[in-house]
């Protein structure tokens, strides 16, 4: 059943560019209405039904979904970061740190997990938290990722 909204002419009285001009109440809220379709349900049906059969094939096809993307890694995983790749990338350009900053050491030596993996307009992200570290986890493209076989990952 299809609905449609209409708006009553008063509710727009407190929009006035200049509001003290207007002496509505302040606490009045939009009135609005569902109003029931004219045109009936029977029709459209029969509309679509009639737009199929002229087609030379029926349309008996289901709808597909989208495929799911195939991700490099997996959720879980254990990861540490390239650093010639990182210090090269616009990732570490962007958060303004002086040349060799010793600050991000960690995310070079210690263990990091894939909490989350996306694929965006730019490539391949995956969301990593560091295993220790009180910081937040960051979005970092795979490619700089190096995969960790093991669990008990030594620290460098």
Known sequence: ??????????????????????????LRLWSIKAVKSTEPENEKLA???SEGSSN??????????????????????????????YLNSV????????????????????????LDIRIF???EYALIAWVGIPTAPAWLPTEMLIKSDRLNYERM
């Open 47 to 49: 509309e679509t039904k």
């Open 56 to 85: 030379a094939q029926p349309s008996t096809s289901v709808s597909k979904l989208p495929k799911k993307p195939v991700y490099s890694m997996k959720k879980g995983q254990i990861v540490r970061v390239d650093k010639e790749k």
């Open 121 to 123: 307009d730019t490539g």
């Open 91 to 114: 990732n570490y350009l962007s958060v303004g740190h002086p040349p060799y900053y010793k600050g991000l050491d960690y995310i070079y030596e210690d263990r990091g997990e894939v």
């Open 1 to 26: 059943m299809a609905f449609s909204a209409t708006f009553s002419q008063s509710s727009f009285s407190y929009l006035s560019s200049f509001p003290h001009t207007r002496k509505t109440n302040p």
